[in-house]
């Protein structure tokens, strides 16, 4: 018979009383507390179906300016489906809203999310602050290893980490916690293969987790390949981290930024004394505010009535925040942010590598290789800081890092280089565009050409204003950028006034002209390089396919102009999906994400915020990003339409091992020996 350890009936007994109690003042009174009484927090606030219906009113008056909208109706490539109505699914529930409502706030919320949610489109997202106020975790994460890097995915299976020590996480008081509820050593788990996950075959478990990514399993998609939403799931290697250092991200499988919709996972395991039954309970903390339910209530959910929450993000007074494409880490920036303040500096960070930095610059670091010292490594872990940064001091020292760098490998020895991009979620798209003029100066645009969606009249009256005022400030004027011959748009007729009909999947829809964004005249204003460092046969883009906005037009750009070749790791358990190849940028390949308060600000400044077809700020604290521009490919564009669409498969796919998943300096020194020998 299996063994199985439980929470002790006590702690079960103290459970039922405190849910008798305020139950926000009992989830912000300890730093870990049961998921039972943090739920019962968020559940509080009750349904308002006035408040509800002006939200839906925002959202799908917001729809006009998301450019995938008609294109994710259907997809054109089956081997990336899409066919999501956004537009029939929000009339769905304002229908419920309209008629006989939801049973709290917190339920209609994540409707709303969930909807959004459908697209996979990390860009487009709508998030409820008082459904994101805990993060909930559990004290293992699963990674899924081979016996080699070559095995076939058949012969991976997942296994069972303690995530406790993992560096730069703050896991601080987790393992005590866990300790007062009766499991004394869950650390000797560590290692062990996992067989079943609440009875269901865990290969077949994680599939449907990873397959469906719903908001109501507390997970949120925007990455449109299953193999990177499989790693998602997963621990691995980062530096995505606050502080900037090297990580073991804890995975979404354990830890999540919405309630996880069960109180507890029972795992069948495999141990070194035989098979185990072990149920866990999940822990949760509160990263939101409030002490009591009123003021849970009051800084987290809904505004007072007249106030509204809407302020352009910008850099400096006067001065919109440079484009972005970009979406959310895994964790919440609180959890983030903790993490970095509660680092213990005693503990050795095993992941960090132990090479020879050639250049270091908030999200770059630059290696050469001690067992293949002809192997240089560049590691683009965003193309954002993680921190508040003054954009123009790290554009220069982006392209500043890049050119010394470059250079000193050169001088090394160096004669080929990895271009590490595992992890990133993108960032600015005028550092990507840095990049790829330091890596090929000789190119007339670092970049895909992009068009934005004419949804409604509203919008192009919008580009007409910005014409009128000269507004170099808005979005939509059209002095901003150039042909596709790299020429200075001159008028809005080149742009979107009028706008270009199209026909996509049956439906008329409306975009501008395709046009690039200026950069400058050529790339001598972003790097001192006259001619391409290195060869394309001489990189190789290393990936775990979590690689999004961008990163993936950073990406998609080095194959389809240059060819460059990459190595993916990674994979699926034994059990799951069987899938055809992976992509190397596996996520969102949209040009350009945009925000509501961006969207409410641009209306302002035309004079157009009272206009009938305009959205209106969000009655609660919440937040809409939606995808605001499509890329235009250099390949596959008669066949696919946009970018989103273009399969971009690894010329090399292998398994993570517990020799790489964790250390990345090895799995470089790998990759090195298999496209370049010793």
């Known amino acids: 018979m299996p063994k199985i350890l439980l929470v002790v009936a006590a702690v079960a007994a103290s459970l039922s009383y405190a849910l008798d109690l305020d139950p926000c003042t009992l989830a912000a009174s300890s730093q870990w507390v049961q998921s039972e009484i943090a739920h019962a927090c968020e559940l509080t606030l009750p349904f308002d179906k006035r408040r509800s219906l002006k939200i839906l009113d925002t959202a799908l008056k917001s729809l006009p300016y998301y450019s995938l909208e008609t294109y994710f109706l259907h997809s054109p490539n089956p081997r990336i489906p899409r066919d999501v109505n956004i537009r029939a699914l929000l009339e769905d529930v304002r229908r419920v809203a309209s008629s006989e409502g939801y049973e709290t706030d917190w339920a209609f919320n994540?409707?709303?999310?969930?909807?959004?949610?459908?697209?996979?489109?990390?860009?487009?997202?709508?998030?409820?602050?008082?459904?994101?106020a805990f993060s909930w975790n559990l004290p293992f994460s699963i990674s899924t290893l081979a016996p080699t890097p070559s095995s076939h995915p058949r012969a991976a299976y997942p296994v069972l980490l303690a995530n406790f020590d993992f560096p730069t996480q703050n896991r601080t008081g987790l393992e005590a916690y866990y300790q007062r509820l009766g499991f004394a050593d869950l650390r000797r788990y560590d290692g062990a293969r996992v067989l079943s996950i609440d009875g269901v075959d865990a290969g077949a478990y994680l599939t449907r987790l990873a397959d469906a990514s719903s908001i109501y399993d507390g997970l949120v998609g925007g990455f449109e390949s299953f193999s990177a939403r499989y790693m998602r799931l997963m621990s691995r290697?980062?530096?995505?981290?606050?502080s900037g250092m090297f990580t073991q991200e804890v995975g979404r499988f354990g830890q999540r930024s919405f309630y996880p919709g069960?109180?507890?996972?029972?795992?069948?395991?495999?141990?070194?004394?035989?098979?185990e039954t072990l149920t866990i309970p999940w822990a949760a903390t509160m990263v939101g505010k409030g002490n009591s339910k009123a003021s849970f209530i009051a800084k987290n959910c809904a505004l007072a009535e007249g106030s509204s929450k809407r302020s352009a993000p910008s850099d400096d007074a006067g001065r919109k925040s440079p484009r972005r494409a970009v979406i959310s880490p895994d964790a919440q920036q609180e959890v983030r942010l903790s993490a970095n303040r509660?680092?213990?500096?005693?503990?050795?960070?095993?992941v960090q590598p132990n090479l020879t930095s050639y250049g270091h610059f908030v999200t770059l670091d630059i290696y050469r290789l001690t067992e293949h010292p002809h192997v240089g490594v560049v590691y683009f872990e965003q193309f954002e800081p993680s921190t508040r940064y003054d954009y123009r001091t790290y554009f220069r020292g982006i392209a500043r890092t890049l050119y010394d760098g470059l250079t000193s490998l050169k001088k090394a020895g160096v004669r080929h280089v990895l271009i590490d991009i595992s992890g990133n979620r993108g960032g600015y798209i005028n550092v990507g565009a840095i990049a790829l003029w330091s890596l090929w100066p000789t190119d007339l645009y670092p970049g895909f050409p992009s068009v934005f969606r004419v949804g409604n009249d509203l919008i192009r009256r919008e580009s007409a204003s910005a014409a009128d005022r000269q507004d170099a400030e808005s979005e939509y004027f059209y002095g901003n950028y150039m042909s596709t011959k790299y020429h200075p748009l001159t008028s809005s007729a080149q742009f979107m006034d009028p706008p270009v009909g199209q026909l996509v999947n049956g439906v008329p829809d409306n975009y501008s002209h395709p046009f690039m964004d200026f950069f400058g005249n050529t790339s001598a204003a972003v790097t001192k390089f006259k001619k391409p460092p290195f060869a394309p046969k001489d990189y190789v883009l290393v990936s775990n396919g979590i690689c999004a906005s961008t990163?993936?037009?950073?990406?998609?750009?080095?194959?389809?102009?240059h060819g460059v070749r990459s190595a993916v790791f990674g994979g699926t358990a034994a059990g799951a999906r069987s899938s055809s190849g992976v992509q190397f940028d596996a996520g969102v390949k949209g040009a350009e994400v945009t925000s509501l308060e961006s969207i409410?600000?641009?209306?302002?400044?035309?004079d157009l915020k009272h206009d009938g077809d305009a959205p209106r700020a969000f009655p609660v604290r919440a937040?809409?990003?939606?995808?605001?521009?499509?890329?235009?490919?250099y390949v596959d564009a008669k066949k696919d339409g946009i970018l989103e669409f273009v399969w971009e498969e690894a010329t090399r796919e292998y398994q993570f091992t517990k020799e790489l998943y964790n250390n990345p300096q090895k799995l470089w020194e790998f990759v090195a020996e298999e496209f370049y020998g010793s």
């Open 237 to 242: 290697y980062s530096a995505d981290s606050e």
């Open 342 to 350: 509660h680092r213990p500096d005693s503990l050795r960070n095993y």
């Open 600 to 606: 409410l600000s641009e209306l302002d400044n035309a």
């Open 623 to 633: 937040s809409l990003s939606l995808n605001f521009r499509n890329a235009i490919p």
């Open 262 to 275: 069960t109180d507890s996972v029972t795992f069948c395991l495999e141990t070194a004394s035989g098979n």
């Open 110 to 132: 994540l409707a709303v999310t969930d909807a959004f949610n459908r697209l996979q489109d990390g860009h487009t997202v709508y998030v409820a602050d008082c459904t994101q």
């Open 551 to 561: 990163c993936s037009i950073f990406s998609s750009y080095l194959f389809q102009k």
